[in-house]
């Protein structure tokens, strides 16, 4: 399986592979994959000619092989891409598979074929998953998991050649979470604001991502470590009155997250600065105030604000408690947390 960031460079380069096959639940790389393929493969002139977009629901195996072993009407080669590849109902029949086989070993060198299969995945164990696996540029685009994604941050920056200071790497991660869409989309912005050989800061992420200097989660989680109660609730308040800015659900998710991180601290013998960075995810420079607040909140103290923060996120959306605002929640569970 080839890895996403390499993939996107052969492709840069125009370096292309006659089969792609994306699939998993990630869709924002399966997408930019195909975004890519259909910039870079062939001449804006000649896309009304030699590129052909065909959804899943829409067409079957023997139609988009029939299209990728065409010529190209002009030029030195056509792209066939194929969306929404999950819909196609055929992938189980067996003379289809064959059909599919007999192509991924013997392709149209003059076509480029791609398979967006979202959400799903191809069993490998089977003779076709296999095969595309050998054949095909394969890619299995997997969610990034929360502690991952200060690290994709860091790796998209380096793939398009700027740096990004630690604290606005915390700062995107903490408030956006794993919307890679959107954290690309906000990434892209701040490229396009900061001078040549310069950093991205975290004041330009408050500028253009707009995230508040002193209002969002990642001075919340601050204000909690050290339990300043002031400062926790003119966040919360803050954030019950900007419900659309600071929805409730994403706030729970990251406060599960950090208090989940600190039980990890509470359970390791290592409590390094080194080993800690690397069980929680974090940039050693972040490690203190982790630390500061595993001493603040006891394992007993964690457990029981991880108690809280489940019976929030069923408060708020009202399964087994009497409605209310999302605003009095967070208000009433940042008081438990710290008490």
């Not at 191809?122 to 997997?142: I, Q, S």
Request: glycine share 4%.
């Amino acid at each position: 399986m080839q890895d996403y960031y390499e993939i996107l460079k052969s492709i840069k380069t125009k370096s292309f592979s006659p089969i792609y096959f994306l699939q998993g639940e990630e869709t924002y790389f399966i997408d930019s994959i195909i975004k890519e393929i259909a910039q870079n493969a062939i001449e804006e002139s000649q896309k009304s000619f030699n590129q052909l977009v065909l959804y899943g629901k829409d067409t079957t195996l023997t139609e988009i092989l029939g299209m990728a072993r065409r010529y190209p009407m002009t030029g030195e080669r056509q792209v066939v891409i194929v969306k929404e590849a999950q819909e196609i109902e055929e992938w189980n029949k067996e003379d289809k598979q064959t059909l599919v086989l007999n192509y991924l070993t013997n392709p149209q060198p003059s076509t480029i074929l791609v398979f967006g299969y979202k959400y799903k995945s191809l069993d490998k164990r089977t003779k076709l998953g296999k095969a595309f696996e050998k054949h095909a540029v394969f890619l299995n685009a997997r969610k990034i998991y929360d502690d991952k994604i200060a690290d994709w941050i860091r790796s998209y920056c380096r793939a398009n050649t700027v740096q990004m200071e630690e604290q606005a790497v915390m700062m995107l991660s903490e408030n956006i979470g794993n919307n890679l869409q959107r954290l690309s989309n906000e990434i892209e912005k701040l490229i396009l604001n900061v001078e040549e050989g310069e950093q991205i800061t975290s004041k330009m992420v408050q500028k253009y991502v707009g995230i508040s200097k002193d209002y969002n989660i990642f001075e919340l989680q601050k204000a909690l470590s050290t339990i300043n109660k002031t400062k926790a609730f003119k966040i919360a308040n803050y954030f019950a009155s900007t419900p659309g800015n600071n929805p409730m659900v994403l706030i729970i998710y990251n406060l599960f997250s950090y208090f989940t991180k600190l039980l990890m601290i509470h359970q390791s013998a290592d409590k390094s600065a080194r080993n800690i960075a690397g069980l929680i995810g974090v940039n050693p420079f972040f490690v203190k105030e982790y630390l500061m607040a595993s001493g603040n909140y006891p394992t007993h103290k964690v457990m029981q604000n991880i108690k809280h923060l489940h019976e929030a996120d069923l408060q708020s959306k009202g399964i087994g408690y009497a409605a209310q605002e999302e605003g009095s929640v967070l208000t009433e569970l940042v008081y438990k947390l710290m008490n």
